[in-house]
């Protein structure tokens, strides 16, 4: 992490969640500062220049860098914590990404060589990958974006991006930072994917060499040198020479994608199509198996990651195995043998689901839920214990898998960071009202659902809206980030809307300061049930399967919540649930158990 320099006069003490401890640095948009929530969560928060708050269209370039952050997949950035784009001073608060820039690393230690570098190499063009699914164009990928963190490298900084839109259109203004910057964008042609896959060849020429292959004293010079200069890549092992001098081809149509980079890296043979997640997640296995060793004479008595080299899918699912087995391997020293067992001793047979095997074991089980959704999962007071319809759930999940009650933990996770979380361990399973589509993020499956909730409108009983053609030219009351209000017109409906968060606008309702709230049914009946007269009208504008999100490659684990959801609501005990927390609304919730989700 940056050094992080005290607060200057005239700079804010707090930002949304956040009090600032610090500086961390400063850029042509804004201040980046070390915020630290109430909770000891700690953050990177960016806020707007003051001599931009003003400006339309610095504020839409702000707004384009969180769309942009939002879209990516958690595991190869940082993830959004908070935001407020339309206050006095706008912010964004990311994860703070503990760890180095590849650029301070190099300079610091000298160039990557062997498997560290091949390790490197995959985690980053998955990266690539990843952000190029979610159709942004970086356009300043380097050193100084990609940091080192403990679970693999991350790509950071969108502050520049492009989203490219439905329609293809793409950017032509050049920026970027010369020495990596593609010859299109210097020529002031169409900038897109390919400018990052040249990126990220340079990239791998300095990480290799310890030098750009382009740069030189003047930025005039660097310039010529990418439009006209062949980039020298003899100091490159000679498995990667091919790939990264493919990926500096002048012509932007004759390079590979980073789907194509990412497949020969990982030695799959070459398809049309795009990567699958599991192709993904396979990248992100590579650059994060949790194995070290001592790779030659260590540099400055470093301690330097095991490397997995022509990473074919068998090597992979074999480096897996060595995880799940155990010990860590480093600087010379050896771990402890264990002692065999006594001839009487008869080893406990595995489950076949590392969820269950890790639950027999440890006697616990981390859940991840979204706090602050009355009658779903929330506290009534501050240290009261958790209640809801989802904490129910969860407790009779818990029981049937032999949780004791003290190991059943709740970890708090935000709507956007449920993926990750799984991902990174943090938890065992999510609960968190997760929807199952198909736009499944990476190491990421699905058991369940455990109730089929629809987008629905809570209203007052008495208002005379029954069907949701009556809410023209009405009131809407619509939290900030909503998209709910967006079915409403997609039928058709005209309406005017108020903002509020989703307490407020149920309280609006309530008062008759707006006619009606948008939203998932299950969340806005919990709000509703808090105050008197209101009721679901019962539109269901759209189906919302909730699943318990786990792991990819557990079906049995996943196979076995199914059968507990199943005995819920086969013996009605999902039925009383609901019941119980949203008696106060007049709502008729699903009974009904929905379809099951297919295990993998």
């Not at 339309?86 to 300079?107: C, K």
């Not at 991840?368 to 958790?386: F, I, N, Q, T, W």
């Not at 309530?510 to 009208?537: P, Y």
């Not at 609501?569 to 989700?597: C, I, M, N, S």
Request: charged residues 25%; negative net charge; aromatic residues 4%.
């Amino acid at each position: 992490m940056s050094d992080i320099a005290p607060l200057r006069p005239g700079d804010p003490p707090r930002l949304g969640n956040f009090e600032l401890r610090g500086r961390l640095g400063e850029g042509g948009q804004g201040v980046v500062y070390l915020g630290e929530s109430e909770e000891g969560e700690r953050a990177a928060v960016k806020l707007l220049h003051v001599r931009f708050t003003g400006e339309a269209h610095a504020r839409s370039r702000f707004a384009r860098e969180l769309a942009a952050a939002r879209r990516v997949e958690a595991f190869c950035t940082a993830r959004v914590l908070d935001a407020d784009l339309d206050g006095e001073t706008p912010y964004i608060a990311s994860e703070l990404i503990e760890g180095p820039s590849l650029r301070q690393v190099v300079e610091r230690d000298g160039p990557l060589e062997g498997e560290a570098l091949t390790r490197l190499a995959i985690g980053t063009v998955t990266a690539l990958a990843a952000i190029h699914h979610a159709g942004i164009a970086h356009r300043d990928f380097k050193p100084d974006n990609v940091l080192l963190a403990a679970d693999g490298p991350r790509v950071v900084d969108f502050g520049i991006s492009k989203i490219i839109d439905e329609s293809g259109t793409i950017t032509t203004r050049a920026v970027g930072t010369p020495a990596y910057m593609a010859p299109e964008q210097i020529a002031g042609e169409r900038v897109g994917f390919a400018a990052d896959v040249f990126a990220w060849g340079s990239t791998m020429i300095f990480t290799a060499t310890g030098r750009s292959p382009f740069g030189r004293e003047t930025i005039v010079a660097t310039l010529n040198r990418v439009v006209n200069h062949e980039a020298d890549v003899s100091g490159l092992p000679e498995d990667l020479r091919p790939i990264v001098a493919a990926c500096l081809t002048k012509d932007q149509n004759r390079r590979p994608t980073a789907d194509e980079v990412l497949r020969r890296l990982l030695g799959h043979p070459a398809e049309d199509a795009e990567v699958s997640d599991e192709v993904l997640a396979e990248g992100v296995q590579a650059a994060t198996v949790d194995l070290t060793q001592t790779d030659g004479p260590a540099r400055s008595g470093r301690r330097r990651p095991l490397m997995l080299t022509g990473l074919a899918a068998a090597g992979v699912a074999a480096a897996v195995a060595l995880i799940q087995l155990g010990p860590t391997f480093g600087d010379g020293v050896k771990p402890t043998p264990t002692p065999a067992p006594t001839p009487s001793a008869t080893p406990t047979p595995s489950t076949g689901s590392a969820l269950l095997d890790r639950i027999r074991e440890t006697g616990q089980l981390r859940v991840g839920y979204r706090k602050g959704l009355p009658g779903v999962a929330h506290s009534p007071r501050e240290g009261d214990p958790l209640e809801g319809f989802e904490i129910d759930v969860t407790k009779r999940i818990a029981e049937e898998l032999g949780v004791p009650e003290d190991g059943l933990k709740f970890v708090a996770v935000g709507q956007d960071e449920r993926a990750s979380a799984l991902e990174r361990r943090r938890v065992d399973i999510v609960i968190s009202t997760f929807s199952i589509t198909g736009q499944r993020a990476a190491q990421v499956a699905f058991a369940g659902p455990y109730y089929l909730a629809h987008r629905d409108i809570l209203v007052r009983a008495g208002a005379g809206i029954t069907k949701v053609e009556h809410l023209r030219g009405k009131v809407v009351c619509v939290p900030p980030g909503s998209t709910a209000a967006a079915a409403l017109r997609d039928k058709g409906i005209t309406f005017e809307t108020v903002e509020g968060d989703m307490s407020r606008c149920a309280e609006k309702v309530s008062d008759g300061s707006a006619d009606a709230l948008v939203g998932d049914d299950l969340v806005i009946a919990g709000f509703g049930a808090r105050r008197e007269g209101l009721k679901i009208v019962g539109a269901k504008l759209t189906d919302d399967r909730y699943g318990i999100g786990l792991r990819l490659g557990d079906p049995v684990a996943c196979e076995k919540i199914n059968e507990i959801i199943a005995g819920a609501y086969r013996e009605g005990a999902v039925k009383q649930w609901l019941a119980r927390h949203f008696a106060a609304v007049d709502f008729r919730y699903e009974t009904k158990r929905p379809r099951p989700e297919g295990c993998r």
